[in-house]
């Protein structure tokens, strides 16, 4: 149930208050400024959003927060690289004369008329050495210069967890649950005037629920490394926070949903099959197979008559298969184009296509991705803890990195809006035999 109109509009102004103090936190975190605000600024924003979740834990202003919680995944990304930025600088020079001339040291040095008179105010700042300097010259000793970062293959893109909704367990809740219709009865009929009809329409309904997963990951370094080498501390948050996004995305492609695993798209859609109002055509290609199976989409349950089908947004290929899709050729080495695919290949009957190395060559998916639902109950969280096992004695970090999350929610009707098969199982189910 809705809250009254006077409680939506006192939560639409409290999300609109949010909505200024993100804004407002973009761009101080853009002029970098301090540290310890800015995240002491991030945590208070974060804890706030719980007031736009109810007592039920479902959002007030779903689209708000779902905005809300994307720009802040992508400020806390920037609060980490600022704070990395930060912490290797050191203080400038200005920096360091301003806060010597506020110390109350300085002021009592200023007082006593001797350290005035005999110009006996001066204090130490820090200047980092250069990396060649005179004692090195003539000794014949020149560093080489070390090009910045360290080079690393790119980390997969992760599709399906970009183009599914996203929603926030709230306080104090272990776990989502939603009803889905189990059985319906459709008996309208035709009556002659004042009679009765023969029997009523009905429907039954099933609680569904998806338990709290984890998904954690951890490294360890030496503290000597953190200390003696500049680029550590960002190498070892790419190997963390890149860690989850991946095994996340996995899962959410197949993932069994049993135990501790999420629960992905392949386990709710539907397999391939030729779709009974589907015209089977001669040696067919990659592009009827997919035209098939968005005719499957479209076409829904079958079995039940009174309801349409879905309208796909997203197909899902292993790049080779795009590619592969654009290449076709005549047995005069003429290429071909297939009639629903669009120029660049990026659509397919308007639908877009989502290239992921997580499926395998000639695996696909199509469905319509606005129908799954991801819930999250905390967002990715990297910590650095100095004291775990004997670690101290070996003078380690664990870096530790956890998210929770509830899987992918699909209901059972809406499955009926996704696809899954392969292109070697498809075409001989849509092939015409000639001959």
């Not at 040291?105 to 060649?132: C, H, M, W, Y």
């Not at 009929?189 to 329409?201: L, N, T």
């Not at 360890?220 to 926070?241: G, H, M, P, Q």
């Not at 109002?277 to 592009?287: D, I, L, Q, S, T």
């Amino acid at each position: 149930m809705l809250p009254e109109n006077d409680d939506v509009k006192a939560v639409e102004k409290l999300a609109e208050g949010i909505n200024k103090n993100i804004e407002d936190l973009k761009k101080s975190v853009n002029e970098k400024a301090n540290m310890a605000d800015l995240e002491k600024r991030f945590e208070t924003i974060t804890k706030s959003l719980d007031s736009l979740v109810d007592k039920e834990g479902k959002p007030i202003l779903p689209e708000q927060l779902v905005k809300q919680q994307e720009q802040l995944d992508e400020i806390s990304t920037k609060l980490t690289q600022l704070g990395e930025y930060q912490k290797n600088r050191g203080e400038s020079i200005n920096d360091q004369v301003l806060k010597n001339l506020k110390s109350d040291d300085f002021k009592q040095k200023v007082k006593s008329p001797v350290n005035v008179r005999t110009g006996s105010l001066d204090f130490e700042v820090e200047i980092k050495a250069a990396n060649i300097d005179t004692a090195d010259i003539g000794g014949g000793t020149i560093e080489t210069q070390v090009e910045p970062g360290v080079s690393a293959a790119p980390w997969r893109n992760t599709p399906i967890w970009d183009n599914v909704n996203k929603g926030v367990i709230g306080q104090g809740r272990d776990s989502i649950s939603w009803w889905e219709e189990t059985t319906r009865g459709d008996n309208a009929s035709m009556v002659a005037e004042e009679a009765a009809p023969g029997s009523g329409s009905y429907k039954t309904w099933t609680k569904q629920s998806m338990n709290i997963m984890r998904i954690a990951d951890f490294t360890k370094v030496s503290r000597e490394a953190l200390e003696d080498f500049e680029y550590i501390n960002s190498e070892v948050n790419d190997l963390i926070s890149n860690g989850i996004p991946r095994l996340r995305e996995v899962q959410l492609l197949e993932g069994v949903g049993s135990t501790v695993y999420l629960k992905g798209v392949t386990v709710y859609a539907k397999t391939f099959a030729c779709p009974a109002n589907f015209n089977k055509v001669p040696a067919p290609n990659e592009g009827d197979v997919l035209a098939a199976a968005i005719l499957q989409c479209n076409n829904g349950y079958t079995s039940d008559t009174n309801k349409k089908g879905y309208m796909p947004n997203l197909i899902l290929l292993n790049p080779g298969d795009s590619i592969n899709m654009r290449l076709l050729k005549n047995t005069l080495y003429s290429y071909l184009q297939h009639p629903l695919l669009s120029p660049d290949g990026s659509l397919f009957k308007g639908i877009r296509i989502a290239e992921s190395l997580d499926l395998d060559a000639g695996q696909f998916v199509v469905g319509d991705f606005a129908r799954a639902k991801a819930y999250i109950k905390r967002n990715m969280q990297i910590a650095f803890h100095y004291e775990n096992e004997d670690d101290a004695k070996t003078d380690l970090v664990l870096v530790m990195a956890t998210m929770r999350l509830a899987g992918l929610k699909i209901s059972a009707a809406d499955a009926y809006g996704f696809v899954t098969g392969t292109f070697a199982a498809g075409k001989p189910l849509i092939e015409e035999i000639v001959g």
